[in-house]
């Protein structure tokens, strides 16, 4: 139903608060869309964020609007698909993904630098050591009240602030902290120039070696460079603080000790490792609402979940996508697009936010030896092409972004 165009006010103005992936790409569609947007972003200007991880090809369709998904792809690497190994290095199954665009694995700095550059290219105001302290509503009027002390004022507020998110504080006091969901994400990038001595289809796919219990994952990287991933439980919190900051030497060495007789090339990969990054898992399975009034949450803010869920990044890039084209729709008020955003993307948010978690607590059950035979030879040859259809169709995209596609 089209509201009353002479009740609508136009937002010219909206607060974005994240300056990671999810702010900045929602910057990019609001300005497209006619509404000035300022980021503000917490933490200090820097490239040294950790890690890597994989653009899914719903997120690079999100990219290519943008005109930065050739740049991703010559700054990373393609994976076409997943292989699964036990851990004496038979394989148990392989899923293939359709759709004409592979995913991407990437170094996170070198997607930060092109979303970066692509806010500047289109004069998007980026504010950093920005951290937001409290939010005042007053009619149509939005204020971010600053620790700096400084304010900013909009037509709107967008939460893009990640998984520890400040404006869901706000919006909601009693879910402020995310789930711990008792788990640690550990792996590392290994030495420029180091190759494993794999297969070379491994080289275009991401591959998981599972054990009687635990898993561990490998891919090639940005520039060539390897890396690999493990999602480790810990039994309190002073463990995970151990872990957390452990040297990276006893780590390595607890490591080894977990996947002791595991196939190659786990022990090769954790022995080159040179840059380690180690994550505290948090998710945030269900909210009452991601939105009130003029305020609204997206990204990691409204849904986070584990990487076990292979799509944290991609789903934000499809918010902030869906978002920008309804607050575009001039018959739509800000709350009435809000509230239709959250319609369209609770439901296949939560389900991938589901399906992370349960794919962590999986791999924490123990197989024995009829467990192991049964996986092996019965179950993964037949799920593993069925997990290649269901990522098909979630790499297809959220068809509540065809049916709002601009003309």
């Known amino acids: 139903m089209v509201e009353d165009m002479d009740t609508i006010s136009t937002p010219r103005r909206a607060i974005v608060i994240g300056g990671g992936i999810a702010g900045p790409a929602t910057a990019l569609f609001l300005a497209r869309a006619g509404i000035e947007p ?33 740049d991703l792809e010559r700054a990373g690497h393609p994976s076409r698909g997943f292989l699964f190994k036990n851990h004496q290095g038979e394989v148990i199954g392989q899923a293939h993904t359709g759709g004409a665009r592979p995913g991407v694995n990437v170094l996170r700095p070198n997607l930060h630098r092109l979303m970066r550059a692509a806010t500047y290219r289109d004069g998007i105001a980026v504010h950093y050591g920005k951290r937001l302290q ?56 290994c030495e420029l120039g180091f190759t494993p001595d794999v297969p070379r289809e491994e080289h275009d796919t991401v591959t998981f070696i599972a054990g009687p219990r635990y898993q561990f994952g490998y891919s090639k990287m940005s520039g060539g460079q390897w890396g690999w991933w493990c999602h480790v439980p810990f039994a309190d919190d002073a463990e995970r603080s151990a872990v957390l900051t452990m040297p990276s030497a006893e780590l390595a060495s607890r490591l080894r000790e977990r996947y002791r007789g595991w196939c190659s090339p786990t022990a090769q990969l954790i022995a080159r490792s040179a840059a380690w990054v180690r994550t505290a898992i948090h998710d945030v ?16 803010a409204a849904h986070a979940m584990s990487p076990a ?48 978690y349960d794919n962590d607590q999986r791999t924490l059950k123990e197989l024995g030896t009829v467990g192991l035979w049964m996986r092996d030879h019965v179950l993964m040859p037949i799920m593993a092409p069925l997990i290649g259809k269901a990522l098909t169709r979630v790499y297809a995209g959220d068809p509540a972004l065809a049916a709002t596609q601009a003309a």
């Open 285 to 300: 399975p269900r909210l009452p609402s991601w939105h009130r009034g003029r305020v609204v949450l997206m990204g990691d």
């Open 38 to 70: 300022v980021v503000l972003e917490a933490h200090a200007l820097a490239d040294d964020a950790g890690g890597a991880f994989q653009i899914a090809p719903n997120g690079m369709r999100v990219l290519g609007e943008l005109g930065i998904a050739d």
């Open 134 to 189: 409290d939010i005042t509503v007053d009619g149509d009027r939005v204020v971010a009240h600053l620790h700096d002390g400084t304010t900013e004022i909009g037509d709107l507020l967008i939460g893009a602030d990640g998984v520890h998110s400040h404006v869901r504080a706000w919006l909601h006091p009693t879910h402020a902290r995310p789930r711990d969901t008792r788990m640690i994400s550990l792996g590392a990038l």
């Open 309 to 356: 869920g292979g799509l944290g990044a991609s789903l934000a890039l499809e918010d902030a996508m869906l978002l920008g084209r309804l607050l575009g729709d001039r018959t739509r008020s800000v709350e009435a697009s809000f509230a239709r955003f959250e319609a369209l993307r609770r439901r296949r948010a939560e389900a991938m936010v589901t399906r992370g």
